[in-house]
């Protein structure tokens, strides 16, 4: 969270506390058994856990196959979502008529929280991948087009001002001006759509699916398998880290002045 | 938080529109959708039963507070879901603010809390169910734990960030005024990172109430989410909508007291 | 015991960093004493470690050789003993004027009904009555930075240490501070260690001036003012009189070549 003013000590410490986060963890299950492993598995149960689903797959796939799965919905209902909520958010930025007309709407949707979606996605679309898909479009939605909006909005207007001065037409000032302005919030919806659509996903899956990720927890909790449920936890989390991660990659890409 | 609550005057770029131009136009968008809305459930396109009206959506409210549903009256799920929402939400603000304070002035603790915080925190809240239900059975624990897990990051994170923005010079003046660190913490870290903590808490309630809803659609037999949740097994998205109705509302009013909050916070401190 | 418990001393200080792969002396061998009740100034270039000198005092920064003693014991952390009136003025934004000045007397744990009364004590004496309940942002500079010279006061330190306190104030308000502070520590005198930039303030508060060097900082000359003053009798004329003596632009002059010489230094 802080950058360590000696580059080495965080670091340092960071890997101590995580090996030392371990090893309690292994002397509190497997060594002493104080923990249960009915309650929380040791290492070497998640281990057998993390094989077997690795090589011979449970709930209905392998752990590959799971979340390649739910990757690919949450890419879907994200990408959908920001296609549709970054243009959006810029024309209601950019026309205040435009912000006016829509904006009842908008405070219809806000304030529900992506997650009630769920049951209603379901009646409509089943269990398949089109109900996830339409949760995680409004996950997505809201925060793209919010953070579009104001990311058109705090724009100073002396750079448009000087833009028109110099004889631009509309479409150049957006293209030129504000775009490019905007882009660092727009980074920053994106960024939030997509950890909203990971979470939703995950709680989407885990109340009905017939495949993914959140369908590996919601089995493994019927099974009462807690080492399975770690794995699962484990990899939600770290697959969420990586298109985090991801996103940042692309943003420093894109946004090459900053 | 309505996006015409921007205080910014508009830029520019198009002819500014009179303000009366612009209530005409929010009025017409609202009456636009919700006339269409219920044009289409009314005419038969669509079938009842996938789209109700709006009309249909409101009365079905007034229904489930007349008569239980899934067990209890419309306000007992509501005080149901709001006792597992504040039990959540202060037991992650007690315990996540003082720990971002004292992240934020000891750089030591720091540096050992980080690397766990931030592998808790990609984990989705919800995914923390399953061990909740397992750890708590059907009792209130789980869903509260489920919340605090969702609640406990921005209270940590701008409990943390408004610990460092504190002036130091405002720390050195408590020191060289004789103040104890508990002191220091409870009297300067704590209002000067209050702006900042109050703002974390609005994240902290929207997330918060979301994985209550979240939890309340798995592992328990009352409340908003649960609720939603026997509606869509009944294939009653009437019910399902109302509900949805009111969770929006609460969590609208949670929020807007929150930001009321803020303000009167910083009129009174004079702090931006 | 008595006399000697607000003596400063400086013994060989240095302050040195780490920089790139060199070192920086920020002081290197500073070394002078500050008398009981005595009021000093330390004037000099930006960057010569005047600041650090008055910080080390106070406890909030350490030297890297030599030290720093206070009434014949080396300083060992912030303390009341030691109070502070910063440039930021430092009020906590969140107290009332009234509360801020109490601030420090809740640390020596004097009873409520001795609070209040040295609140209204301190706030009649800075000329601020009736600001007790206000917050320090509904305050003009100058009534700020009073309430931070009363909530120092208000502890009775033995040691007053002040980082250029007028500098964030506009001219007229500087020098109403200037004379008040005069009158202050004429009738409750401390001993005082005053960092400033303006080489007039330094000769008009100052029994005695300290003019720094910087790259490295060291002392460059002790001046005494004291005699000027109790010979021409400042305290009983108004600053823009005193400010015309002969002796006093000379005094300033005196200081300004000393200046002089450094910034030509820094130049070349």
């Known amino acids: 969270m802080r950058l360590p003013r000696q580059p080495g000590r965080g670091w ?100 529900i929280p992506p997650l009630a979606w769920i049951p209603l996605a379901i009646v409509w679309l089943g269990l398949g991948d089109g109900a996830k898909i339409m949760v995680i479009w409004f996950a997505a939605f809201v925060p793209s087009v919010i953070n579009t909006f104001t990311g058109v909005r705090q724009i100073n207007p002396v750079l448009i001002e000087a833009a028109r001065v110099h004889g631009a037409t509309d479409w150049r000032v957006a293209k030129e001006v504000i775009a490019p302005g905007a882009l660092p919030m727009i980074f920053t919806g994106l960024r939030l759509s997509l950890q909203a659509s990971w979470t939703t996903l995950v709680a989407a899956e885990l109340v009905g ?23 699962a936890m484990v990899t939600i989390a770290i697959a969420g880290a990586l298109m985090t991660q991801l996103l940042a990659r692309i943003e420093r890409m894109v946004i090459r002045w900053r | 938080m309505a996006l015409t609550q921007d205080p910014r005057p508009t830029t520019r770029w198009a002819a500014t529109p009179s303000s009366g131009e612009l209530v005409c136009l929010s009025l017409g968008g609202a009456v636009i959708f919700f006339g269409s809305w219920q044009l289409i459930a009314m005419s038969g396109l669509v079938s009842q039963y996938v789209l109700p009206s709006p009309l249909t959506v409101l009365a079905q409210i007034y229904q489930l507070e007349a008569e239980p549903f899934a067990g209890f009256l419309l306000h007992q799920h509501l005080l149901s879901s709001l006792e597992r929402f504040l039990l959540g939400f202060l037991l992650a603000a007690v315990l996540g603010i003082p720990l971002g304070l004292i992240m934020g002035r000891y750089r030591m603790l ?72 508990l002191r220091i913490m409870r009297e300067v870290l704590l209002p000067g990172a209050l702006p900042s903590i109050v703002a974390g808490l609005r994240v902290s309630a929207g997330l918060g109430w979301q994985s209550l809803i979240g939890a309340e659609l798995i592992v328990v037999s009352s409340g908003l989410g649960y609720v939603m ?5 009944n294939l009653a998205p009437d ?28 009129r009174r401190w004079g702090r931006a | ?115 209040v009364e ?7 004496l800075m000329k601020l009555e009736g600001t007790e309940d206000s917050y320090p942002h509904q305050l003009s500079g100058g009534m700020q930075q009073r309430v931070a010279i009363a909530r120092s006061y208000a502890i009775e330190p033995e040691v007053l240490l002040m980082d250029e306190p007028f500098g964030a ?67 009983a004329r108004a600053i823009e009189e005193v400010m015309e003596t002969p002796s006093f632009t000379h005094l300033r002059a005196h200081v300004w070549k000393l200046l002089r010489e450094q910034m030509g230094a820094a130049n070349g």
């Open chain 1, 12 to 111: 340092v410490v960071g890997v101590i506390t995580i090996a030392t986060a371990l090893l309690l963890w292994y002397a509190l299950t497997s060594l002493t058994g104080i923990i249960n492993s009915y309650r929380f598995p040791s290492p070497p149960e998640f281990l057998a856990a993390l094989r077997q689903i690795a090589v011979d797959g449970y709930a209905g796939g392998t752990l590959l196959r799971q979340t390649l799965q739910s990757l690919k919905i949450v890419i879907e209902g994200f990408l959908i979502a920001s296609l549709v909520g970054v243009p959006l958010g810029f024309l209601m930025g950019w026309s205040p008529r435009v912000e006016a007309l829509l904006n009842p709407v908008f405070l219809l949707i806000r304030p």
């Open chain 1, 209 to 231: 699916a017939f495949l993914g990720l959140g369908r590996v927890l919601s089995i493994a909790y019927r099974d009462i398998y807690p080492a399975m449920i770690a794995v």
């Open chain 2, 110 to 181: 720091d540096e050992i809390v980080t690397p766990l915080f931030e592998a808790y925190r990609y984990v989705a809240p919800l995914a923390w169910v399953p061990f909740a239900a397992l750890w708590f059975g059907t009792g209130i624990g789980g869903p509260v734990m489920v919340i605090f897990t969702g609640a406990f990051a921005p209270c940590v994170i701008n409990a943390y960030r408004g610990a460092q923005f504190v002036e130091r010079y405002l720390i050195e003046a408590a020191q060289t005024l004789g103040a104890s660190n």
């Open chain 2, 229 to 233: 949740v026997q509606g869509q097994s």
């Open chain 2, 239 to 266: 019910i399902v909508m109302s509900a949805m109705l009111v969770i929006g509302v609460i969590g609208l009013c949670i929020d807007v007291a929150l930001r009321e909050a803020e303000r009167w916070l910083s």
């Open chain 3, 1 to 115: 015991m008595g006399t000697c418990v607000s003596r400063i001393r400086f013994d060989n200080v240095s302050k040195l960093f780490q920089r790139g792969n060199g070192t920086i002396a920020v002081l290197e061998d500073v070394s002078f004493e500050v008398e009981d009740q005595e009021f000093v100034t330390i004037v000099g270039p930006s960057g010569c470690g005047k600041t650090t000198l008055m910080r080390m005092v106070a406890g909030l920064e350490t030297p890297t050789l030599g030290s720093v003693l206070v009434g014949d014991r080396p300083v060992r952390g912030p303390g009341p003993d030691r109070a502070v009136v910063f440039q930021q003025f430092a009020l906590f934004p969140w107290k009332t004027v009234g509360e801020n000045i109490a601030f420090g007397l809740k640390s020596k744990r004097v009873l409520r009904r001795k609070q």
């Open chain 3, 118 to 124: 040295l609140v209204a004590h301190y706030l009649k």
């Open chain 3, 169 to 235: 104030l506009d001219a007229q308000t500087r020098t109403i501070m200037q004379e008040e502070l005069i009158r202050i520590t004429a009738a409750n005198p401390r001993t005082v260690l005053f960092i400033t930039h303006s080489v007039e303030e330094a000769v008009y508060l100052a029994d005695r001036i300290v003019v720094l060097s910087r790259h490295p900082g060291q002392v460059r000359e002790i001046i005494d003012v004291n005699a000027t003053r109790e010979r021409d009798g400042w305290s």
